[in-house]
């Protein structure tokens, strides 16, 4: 049962980081190396083993075994695959491994917590959607410091944080340099602006006591963070947003001044089961395909909305502008129409005045203007000349100038 709850209690900062917050502050890390000091323990300490024998971490997800962990000889051993959802969640299988190994003498142990996750962005929005804090941690030092060691032991005192030595460093940028060559040869080949990748290496020494004794432990946590600048779009500001992962934390932990004697010891390999490890690649995969898929087939229903709405709109702006060519037409008739009244009016008005009178030809429809004083007017063939007279009996042809003209009798205009 203790074992089960070490295992629980390391999976406890996986809950807390969500309510932990923003920390800024690092201390200043140290390369003092770990002395022994004088135990303050009265419980024999047994940090010596002569062997060690393979125990194997099962997944529950897949039911199968995930890793071999070398444990010494008479230590107790518990482990598991965590698949914790939430905000934080570890980035993959993987990085859920958790165990503890346990020596006898109940405080001695090697032990692994599983991995995180968590974002930033500089508006203050998590990219994990609005549930999820923003947390603004990019070093390995930052999140010891700030997520696990107040989680697991808010009480412990802090001795040093250790930087990697030199060789261990050299490791850790030679792996940031490539994860960097790889984003940059991915960014170029998709046009878009490579991230900027960051890898950090970290331990923090603490001190604190349980359940009466005096332990120390080492912490040792590796991270890695892609940040990024967003361009400014409608609605949306320029933005700097990262997504970072822990790995996985690393405790070696001993009673007080035994610490340097545990960290002598060669640390006990870990083998992943390469079955195991093919089958969650495979579901990565399959599990990658498929919101690949979604995400076209969303982005593709999207296109095809916002096809759909941008055709309504230009139908909405082709009904209007045929809607206002239609009421220029309109307006351009009834001005055309009441201008043709007024002149006409006037012209009346103008005709009435000098005793005038239009009159049509029935034959050509042209107009002419004659006096109103007369009720009958002819017309000549050839249009020059017109006979005038009040008689309704008189008709002109084959009385005057027969042999030239025929004669036309005018239709008063209305």
């Known amino acids: 049962m203790k074992l089960k709850a070490t295992i629980l209690t390391t999976a406890a ?26 135990s303050s323990s009265a419980h024999p300490v047994s940090v010596n083993w002569s062997g060690t024998h393979p125990e194997q971490v099962s997944d529950p997800g897949l039911r199968m075994p995930a890793y071999t962990i070398q444990v010494p000889n008479g230590w107790k051993f518990v482990g598991t695959i965590l698949r914790p959802t939430g905000c934080h969640a570890p980035a993959v299988p993987a990085a859920g491994l958790s165990y503890t190994s346990l020596s006898p003498d109940g405080v001695s142990a090697f032990m692994v917590l599983p991995g995180s996750s968590w974002t930033w962005t500089s508006t203050g929005q998590s990219l994990t959607g609005p549930r999820c804090a923003a947390i603004n941690i990019n070093t390995a030092a930052g999140f010891l410091v700030n997520i696990v060691v107040p989680n697991l032991h808010p009480n412990a005192k802090i001795i040093a944080i250790l930087a990697p030595n030199k060789a261990t460093q050299e490791g850790v940028n030679q792996m940031q340099q490539r994860a ?8 170029r080949s998709y046009g878009q602006r490579p991230q900027h990748i960051i890898q950090d290496l970290a331990q923090v020494h603490i001190e604190y006591q349980e359940n009466g004794r005096d332990v120390e432990e080492l912490i040792g946590n590796l991270i890695y963070c892609n940040e990024s600048q967003t361009v400014a779009t409608y609605g949306q500001p320029s933005r700097t947003q990262r997504s ?59 296109m095809a909305n916002m096809k759909a709405q941008g055709d309504a709109r230009t139908r909405q702006a082709e009904n209007f502008r ?3 060519q239609t009421s220029f037409e309109h307006a351009q008739q009834n001005d055309r129409a009441a201008q043709a009244a007024i002149d006409h009016s006037a012209h009346q008005m103008a005709l009435y005045s000098l005793d005038r009178q239009t009159f049509i030809n029935p034959s050509t429809g042209q107009k002419i203007e004659a006096s109103d004083q007369f009720n009958h007017q002819w017309i000549s063939s050839d249009g020059q000349s017109v006979i005038q007279n009040n008689d309704p009996t008189f008709d002109p042809n084959g009385v005057v100038d027969p042999i030239k003209q025929s004669w036309t009798e005018l239709i008063p205009a209305r």
Request: net charge positive; aromatic share 6%; glycine share 6%.
């Open 13 to 38: 900062v996986l809950a807390m980081i969500g309510v932990t917050g923003c920390f800024s502050q690092q201390k200043k890390a140290a390369a003092t190396p770990i002395q022994n000091s004088g």
């Open 180 to 187: 960097q060559e790889q984003n940059n040869a991915m960014a």
């Open 244 to 302: 970072c992962y822990s790995y996985g934390t690393n405790i070696t932990r001993a009673p007080k001044g035994s610490l340097a004697a545990l960290l002598a010891q060669p640390r006990p390999d870990s083998q992943v089961n390469r079955a195991w490890d093919n089958q969650v690649a495979h579901n990565i995969q399959a599990g990658t395909a498929q919101l690949i898929k979604a995400s076209n087939d969303n982005f593709n229903a999207l």
């Open 322 to 324: 045929a809607q206002q």
